[in-house]
């Protein structure tokens, strides 16, 4: 499961480059797809902010409409008209339009010239900021708070500059507009379920179709930003709905035409340009899923059965055969075909090496068999010889020889005894040699302690510590314990890559310092252990003797020991 998962989701993996290929030949068209669709939302965001800002135009353009018919009726009388006859024309124009509270010509003190049906006093009426704003030279003025009523219903009142033939200001022509008559109506082109209100300059909404589409208010602000123009903004309805509006001024300063629109508007807007992109990004997503389901179904699990069975073969199981692989692809087959023929191959010829190398071992072993009987001969013939001498020196001479073939001759018999031809047993095969070499003349030590930790050597290493062993247990044989009896301690301990032999002969009175220094043996014992690439000590004292080793475990051996 661990290699499965492994092999998943390494980047290096086949399912993860097919799908890197896969989005790099997809991306540059999901990039362009992303870019136009991003274009067009831009162009169509912009055609519904036109449109929205258009209706309040019309809604505005509409109203402004109805307005401006009470001016034409009023330019229709006569300027001099005074008195009764203006008073009844203006009543029979009021009672044949709808919508009209009254219809009045003031002079340009502001005194009533005439009316419809009649007209408030107001005293100060040249000096209400719309009077003044006409007599000035504004050519329109609307507001909803005149300073006096002029019906008896809410209403506007629209007035509309009068001069005479010279352009001078004569007075106001006034038509009073009841709100009921001025409720507005959605004008072509807007959304749907959008609502109109008409609001004065001061942000209060005079009509609309239904007040809950709108805010409590119009913030200065907004109404700053109308004036000076259409204005398009986003916010919250007294009903808590999130819509958009537009608004456009409709006479002047004073009055202002607000549309109402449900924010789905450019909801719909947005709409496109995403669904432009997701289907592109779905469709990526879905070749990506159909490349990683192909590779791990049709390459990565196969990929995957294949390697349990090289797992298998590297572990020496050559008959085992990938037989599911022919349920795979051809290249699958191809592959497990190939490795299967691999597998026979390799068991045919780990086969054949394994027979070549037990006829190997039967021939080594067979050699050293040889050469121990060769040697055990040559021992042999030296025992026969030395039994013919009569000098002391000569026959210890010739015993130290036939010790030392002994000890080779046991190393080759441990080789072919043994298990492995590479490597000895040292514990067993030093007590071998030192119980052959104590007691193979004179009387054996009272005592001998034999301490060796587990450790192999191979047969090059082990021929110069057997030998350096050989002339350690003779020199103590000779000079300690062979004398007064006594006993022989003999340990051989490995720390790391290192290890030590030790022989001592601890009860024994010792030997002179002269004796020992002039004898073979010792030269060969310092040539053995400059062959080991080993530290020897030799001391001989009162407490008796002690022969010490130290040698690398590993390490290249010198090709032969000096001889002197």
């Known amino acids: 499961m661990a290699s499965h998962l492994a092999m998943g989701w390494t980047w290096a993996s086949i399912r993860l480059r097919l799908a890197l290929a896969l989005a790099l030949g997809l991306g540059p068209l ?9 274009a067009n939302y831009r162009l169509e965001m912009s ?111 629209a007035s509309f500059r009068d001069e005479d033939g010279a352009g001078h200001f004569s007075g106001v022509l006034t038509a ?24 004065d300059a001061s942000g209060r909404y005079i009509s609309s179709t239904d007040a809950s589409a709108f805010p409590e208010r119009l913030k200065p602000d907004i109404v700053r930003r109308v004036r000076m123009g259409s204005f398009l903004w986003q916010a919250r309805s007294r009903a808590r709905e999130g819509r958009v509006f537009a608004a456009a001024p409709l006479v002047g300063e004073d009055v202002i035409v607000v549309i109402s629109a449900p924010n789905d508007v450019f909801s719909f807007a947005l709409t496109n340009p995403i669904l432009a992109v997701a289907l592109p990004v779905a469709a990526l997503v879905f070749g990506l899923g159909a490349v990683w389901l192909v590779a791990d179904r049709s390459i990565v699990r196969w990929i995957i059965y294949l390697r349990r069975f090289t797992a298998l073969y590297a572990r020496g199981r050559y008959g085992a055969r990938p037989q599911r692989a022919r349920d795979g692809p051809p290249e699958i087959r191809d592959l497990a ?41 040559i021992s042999s013939l030296l025992s026969l010889q030395q039994r013919s ?45 030192i119980s052959h070499v104590v007691s193979a003349e004179g009387a054996p030590p009272a005592h001998i302690r034999l301490e060796v930790d587990p450790l192999e050597l191979d047969p090059d ?95 290249d051996m010198e090709a032969s020991p000096p001889t002197g």
């Open 337 to 377: 075909t190939t490795m299967d023929a691999m597998a026979r191959l390799i068991a045919a010829r780990d086969q054949a090496l394994k027979e070549s190398l037990k006829q190997k071992d039967a021939l080594m072993r067979e050699i050293h068999h040889r050469v121990r009987n060769n040697l055990q001969v």
């Open 47 to 157: 055609e519904r902010r036109t449109e929205l800002v258009d209706a309040a135009q019309r809604g505005a353009a509409s109203v402004r409409g109805r307005m401006l018919a009470g001016q034409v009726l009023l330019q229709t009388l006569a300027p001099g008209d005074v008195g009764v006859d203006c008073a009844q024309r203006l009543a029979e124009i009021r009672d044949r339009l709808t919508g009209f509270a009254n219809l009045i010509r003031f002079d340009s003190i502001g005194r009533v010239a005439c009316s419809a049906v009649g007209a408030p006093a107001d005293p100060w009426r040249r000096d209400r900021p719309w009077f003044r704003a006409l007599a000035s030279g504004q050519a329109i003025t609307i507001t909803a708070e005149p300073g006096v009523p002029y019906a008896d219903t809410p209403s506007i009142i």
């Open 389 to 433: 001498l009569t000098d002391p020196a000569a026959r210890a001479a010739m015993s130290d020889t036939r010790h030392r073939i002994t000890a080779l001759a046991l190393i080759y018999r441990a080789l072919y005894q043994g298990a492995d031809l590479r490597r000895i047993d040292l514990r067993q095969f030093m007590e071998e040699l």
């Open 176 to 199: 009073v507009l009841s709100l009921s008559s001025l409720r507005p109506a959605r004008p072509a082109g807007a959304p749907a379920h959008s609502e109109v209100a008409i609001a």
């Open 30 to 38: 999901l990039l362009l797809g992303t870019g136009l669709s991003l």
């Open 461 to 555: 290493r082990l021929a110069p510590l057997a030998l350096f062993a050989v002339e350690a247990v003779t020199l103590a044989r000779r000079y300690g314990y062979a004398r007064d009896g006594g006993a022989l301690e003999a340990r051989i301990s490995a720390n790391g890559t290192i290890a030590t032999l030790s022989l001592a002969d601890p009860t024994g009175p010792g030997c002179a310092g002269a004796a020992l220094n002039d004898g073979i043996g010792q030269v060969l014992m310092r040539a053995f252990a400059r062959q080991m690439q080993g530290q020897m000590t030799l001391v001989a004292d009162e407490e008796g003797l002690r022969v010490t080793l130290v040698f690398p475990l590993a390490g």
